[in-house]
């Protein structure tokens, strides 16, 4: 193995340990997010109610869905950025 394949292979396990942690830090703060929305402070049931259970659905689809509509509005300003930075700037007048 090379020393550009294992820079690469470096670049991966760090790259996978980042995602990894973002979508623990996603699931931790949809869950007190919802769990605070949707259950109230002191348990009258071992069990979720209906309510709550629709309540704890919607605000979790909510919450993906502004995720997704957010991650793709920073790809496109990403992809922007770097086809203006790849684009040579006009000759002077």
Do not use: Q, W
């Given at each position: 193995m090379n020393a550009n394949a294992a820079l690469t292979q470096q670049q991966l396990q760090v790259a996978s340990e980042i995602e990894i942690e973002m979508m623990q830090?996603?699931?931790?703060?949809?869950?007190?997010?919802?769990?605070?929305?949707?259950?109230?402070?002191?348990?009258?049931?071992?069990?979720?109610?209906?309510?709550?259970?629709?309540?704890?659905?919607?605000?979790?689809?909510?919450?993906?869905?502004?995720?997704?509509?957010?991650?793709?509005?920073?790809?496109?300003?990403?992809?922007q950025q770097a086809q203006l930075a790849e684009t040579p700037p006009p000759p002077p007048s």
């Open positions: 830090d996603l699931y931790t703060k949809m869950t007190a997010s919802c769990h605070k929305k949707c259950i109230p402070p002191k348990y009258h049931e071992n069990d979720l109610t209906k309510g709550e259970s629709v309540c704890i659905d919607r605000c979790v689809a909510k919450y993906f869905e502004i995720h997704d509509r957010v991650g793709k509005k920073l790809t496109a300003l990403s992809t």
